[in-house]
């Protein structure tokens, strides 16, 4: 257990509105990342931090933007969430260096969105 | 583009042997991995194996890698319910070692 906490775990909203979405680590991995999960499609990438404010996109980033202000906290945003954001949303951290990327993955958020 | 491919269902008998194979594309692969997936749980690490082996063996886990075919399987000796999962196989990615690619995963159902 890597320590990474997803909040909130379920969310139901309206399209067209703001949503957020937490991820927390403890164990002060440097890299972080954002994955969706669909059926048909397994895991594709959103973004990706490499450190404080350090942040890449990922295959399917278009209508999100992420933030990340402190090495324990990133953060996933949906500017104006759309039906086809409704997923569940995977956090994940890396331990291992170079090409041996471990992924410790969160319980994930379900997202609903109406 | 890379490109890791597995079938996505398996049903297997309750005490049976599982074979859960994957195909991958990059050929300078140098990590592979196996990620399950229970229900309604994030990922978790089952194994992973370097390129410069063809076999690791973790109890009941076996991953065998043929790299002249771009092949992984992972089998699962004596199956168990609790087996019950999404199997997962990936790769690091060769142009961006800060990245894993995954498969789509494939659904174990275990049969009494």
């Known amino acids: 257990d890597a320590g990474i906490t997803q909040s909130p775990r379920h969310k139901v909203t309206e399209t067209g509105t703001p949503v957020t979405l937490r991820c927390h680590q403890t164990e002060n991995h440097r890299y972080m990342y954002w994955y969706r999960q669909d059926p048909g499609h397994g895991l594709r990438l959103i973004h990706y931090s490499y450190g404080v404010k350090d942040t890449d996109k990922g295959e399917v980033s278009d209508g999100y933007s992420v933030s990340r202000s402190k090495t324990e906290d990133f953060l996933l945003t949906l500017e104006s969430a759309t039906s086809s954001q409704t997923s569940v949303y995977f956090c994940?951290?890396?331990?291992?260096?170079?090409?041996?990327?471990?992924?410790?993955f969160g319980a994930g958020t379900r997202l609903s969105v109406l | 583009g890379e490109d890791v491919e597995q079938s996505l269902f398996l049903s297997v008998r309750e005490g049976d042997s599982s074979v859960i194979n994957c195909t991958y594309t990059d050929s300078s692969s140098t990590y592979l991995y196996w990620y399950k997936q229970e229900p309604g749980a994030g990922l978790q690490l089952l194994t992973y194996i370097f390129s410069n082996m063809d076999m690791k063996q973790d109890q009941r886990l076996t991953v065998l890698l043929n790299k002249k075919d771009k092949h992984l399987s992972l089998r699962i000796a004596d199956t168990q319910t609790g087996d019950s999962a999404i199997y997962f196989c990936a790769e690091t990615d060769m142009n961006r070692d800060d990245k894993i690619i995954f498969g789509k995963g494939t659904r174990l159902h275990i049969l009494p």
């Open positions: 994940a951290t890396k331990a291992g260096q170079g090409a041996k990327n471990i992924q410790y």
